[in-house]
C-alpha cells in the first residue's frame, strides 16, 4: 500500500465532517497553557512521516534562535509568538514540503521583527534560507490599499515577480493562513480588511499554484467574515442538504466498497464537501440554485493504479445509471494543469445525482497540494494570456519531479524570472504601480496624477534622492519631490520618459498652454470690447455667451474666446449678437397660490381621497414618490408649483430642506381613516441569486392578495446578489411589517426592508 495511504485516509475522512466544522486538515489542537514545546514535538511528528531524512538537528537550532528572539513577543491572543512560526511551518509540514521551507517558515519573522540580522542568518544556517527569509520579509512590506481589479492584478504579479524562490510564496500563504485562523483577536475594520486583502490577492495565488487545500480555507474563512449573512445562509443550506443525504452517501459508499473488495481492488473510499464560498459562486456566477450542484457532495474513490481507476468506473457504471454527458475522462485527456481524474454522476437508490470522483494516489496528491498554475477552469479565464504563459512552465516542473529522486534537488529547482519586461514599485502609502522595464521617476510621477508629473522637480528611491532620469528596479518605494510655484514639465523629458501616457500628457500640457495663452488674449480684447460699452462679464450671463457661440459655429464660451485671441474672429461681430441677445425680454413666470390650486377641474383619488386637507374640498392631492407615506405615518401638505397639494412624510429629507426656504406653502393634513384606501409602498429585498427566487418572493406579496403596481431587478456583477424592488398597494403599514417578515424566510433571502430616504432608514 502506498506509505501516504494512512494519511490520504485521515484528510478524507476530515473533508467529510459535519458541516458546521471548520473542514480543515491543517487545525491545531487546543494548547491550554500555550508551551511552544508541545506545539515543536506535534511538528516534528509530521516530518518524521514523511521525511524520513530531515536534518532534524537544523530544525532544531532554527526553533531554539527563533524562541530565543521571540521569547518576550506575544500575539494579539495572548500566546507566545513563537507558536505563530511554529503553526506555519505545520501547515507547510502538512503539505509535505522541503527542508529548507520548515526551517524557513520558522525563522520567517526574525529579520523584521527582531534585532536577527540577515548576515547572521547566512552565517548560521545558509544564503538559501536567508533569502527566503528576506523575500518573505519583502512581501511583508506590501500593502494592498485598492480593490480595484487592475490593481489586486499587479500586486498578485508583484508578489510573484520579487519572489525568486517559489517557496517564498508558499511560506507567505502558509502564513496568511495562520493569521486568518485566529482573525477574531483583531478589531472590526482590520478583520474586514485583511479578509478582502485575503479573497482578493493571497486565495487566488494559492488557487494558481495548485495548493487547494489552502486556497480552500483561505477562501472560507474571508467569506465567512465579509459576508456573514450569505456565508450563514449558504451553511445552514449545504448542511440540510448533507442531513438530508448523509445516510444516502453512507450506503453508496458502503456498496463500492464491499464491491471492490469483492474483486480484490484496494481502495480509499470516503465523501467530500465543496468549500462554502466555491458554492457560493457557483450559484451566483453560474445562476444556479443549490440542488443543481451535482458535486455539492461527491464520493472519492482513490486506487494504486490507472488500471484500477477504469476498473472501478466500470463497477460503478454496473450498479448504478450514469447520468448521461456527466461523465469525464481527466486520466486519458488531462486538463490544461495536468490535472488527472475520472468524473461520473450516477443516479441514486432514491434517484439523486451523485457525483464519483476516481483516481489514483499519486493524482490525488497532485490534485491536493501541487504548485501549479492551476487557476483558468474555475475563475472562467479560457484566454492564453501573457501572464498565463510565464507562469505555464511550473507545471512542467512538475513532471520533473517525477525523475528528480530528492525533492530538495526539486524545489532548489524552482526559481522564478517573471515578467522581464514591466517592474512594480510602491508609492510611500503601499499602493503598487506597474511601469514598463527601464521606467523613471517622472513616468512614476505621471501614472500617480497628471498634475504631480507636471510639478515633479524631484524623486527619492527607497528614501535616497535621485536624478528624475534614473531607471527604477522591482520592489522600489518612490516619493516625488513635487514644486510650490509649478513651472511645469520640461520639454527635455520627451526624450527621457518610457511611457506613452506620460509623453501624450506632456505633449497635452504644452498644447493646454497655448490654448490658455490664446484664450487670456480674447478675454482681455472682450473685456476692452465690453467697457467701451459700459458693461462687464457680470452683465452677460454665461448662457448668453453660449449661444452666441453656437450661432457662431463654436462649442463653447471658452472656444469663442480662443478664437477671438487668435484673431480668428472678430470681436465686433461678437459683441453685436451679445447685445441683441441682452435686448431681448423674458416672459415672468406665473406664480401658482393655493387659490389657483382649489380651482383644479379634477381630483385624484386613490379609492377616495383617504386625505383630508385643513379648510379645504374638492382639492388636488398627490403622494410624494420620494418618501411614499402609507396610513399610519405623520405627514404633511405642501402646496406646490401646478400639482396640487403634495403629501409628505413629516421626516422626509425633502420637506426638512424646504422647510427652510419655503415653510409658507405647508398646509395641515391627516388621514381619512373612514374612506377606503390604499397606497404605495417600497419593498427592497436582497438575497443570493438563484432559479425560482423571484417567484418565490411575489408568491410572498400575493398571498396577501395586494396589487404589485411596479418591480425592478438588478443582480450585483461583483459579488452576484440578486436586488428585487416591488411597489406595492396597502392599506397601512402594519400590514407592510407582515409582508416584510414573510419575505425573510424565503430561502436565500438575508434582507427586507420598506425604502424610504437615507434619513428614515
Known sequence: MNPVNNKIKDELNTEIAPVEEDGSIYAAPVNANNDPDLYYARLIDKIKKYNKKFDLKLLDKAYAVAREHHESQLRKSGEPFIIHPLEVAGILADIELDQTSIVGAILHDLIEDTDYTYEKVVKEFGVTIANIINGVTKLDKIVFSSREEKQVE???????????????????????????????????????????????????????LGIHQIKKEL????????????????????????????IQIDDAIKIVAEKLKEVNIPAEISGRSKGFYSIYNKITQQNRSLDDIYDLIAIRVIVEDIKSCYAVLGIIHSIWKPVPGRFKDYIA????????????????????????QIRTFEMHKFAEYGIAAHYKYKEGI?????????????????????????????????????????????????????????????????????DVGHNCIGAKRDGVMVPIESQLENGNIVEIIVSKTPKGPSRDWLSIVKTSSARNKIKQWYSKEERQESYNAGREVMLKTLRKNSLSFKDVPNRVFDEVAKEMNFENNDTLLRSIGSRKVSVHQVFTRIIKKLNQEEEPE???????????????????????????????????????PVPGDKITGYITRGKGISVHRTDCNNIVMLQKNDSERFIEVSWDTYAPQRFNAEIQVEAIDRTKLLRDVTNVISEYDLNIINASTSRASKNSIAKFRFVVEISNKYILKDIINNIKQVESVFDAYRVLPRKQQ
Not at 474563512?221 to 465579509?226: A, D, G, V, Y
Not at 485527456?333 to 464519483?356: A, R, V
Not at 501573457?386 to 529547482?413: C, G, H, M, T, V
Not at 380651482?599 to 381621497?609: D, E
Open 219 to 246: 477562501e472560507d474563512l474571508s467569506f465567512e467574515t465579509l459576508y456573514n449573512k450569505q456565508y450563514v445562509k449558504i451553511k445552514e443550506m449545504v448542511q440540510e442538504r448533507i442531513n438530508q443525504r448523509q
Open 590 to 628: 406665473k406664480e401658482i397660490t393655493v387659490e389657483d390650486i382649489t380651482k383644479a377641474p379634477a381630483v385624484y383619488k386613490r379609492s377616495g381621497s383617504g386625505i383630508i386637507v385643513k379648510g379645504m374640498d374638492n382639492v388636488l392631492i398627490t403622494i410624494a414618490k420620494c418618501c411614499n
Open 154 to 208: 499587479n500586486l498578485r504579479k508583484m508578489i510573484i515577480a520579487m519572489s525568486e524562490d517559489i517557496r517564498i510564496i508558499v511560506i507567505k500563504l502558509a502564513d496568511r493562513l495562520h493569521n486568518m485562523r485566529t482573525l477574531s483577536y483583531l478589531g472590526k475594520e482590520k478583520k474586514k480588511a485583511k479578509a478582502i486583502e485575503t479573497l482578493e490577492v493571497y486565495a487566488p495565488i494559492a488557487h494558481r
Open 382 to 450: 479560457f484566454a492564453q494570456s501573457d501572464f498565463d504563459k510565464r507562469i505555464a512552465w511550473i507545471r512542467q516542473l512538475l513532471d520533473w519531479q517525477k525523475e528528480l529522486k530528492d525533492p530538495q534537488d526539486y524545489l532548489e529547482s524552482l526559481k522564478l524570472d517573471l515578467f522581464q519586461e514591466e517592474i512594480f514599485v510602491f508609492t510611500p502609502k503601499g499602493k503598487v504601480i506597474n511601469l514598463p522595464r527601464g521606467a523613471t521617476p517622472i513616468d512614476f510621477a505621471y501614472q500617480i496624477h497628471t
Open 333 to 356: 485527456n488531462p486538463k490544461f494543469n495536468m490535472y488527472q481524474s475520472l468524473h461520473t454522476t450516477i443516479i441514486s437508490q432514491k434517484g439523486d445525482p451523485l457525483e464519483i
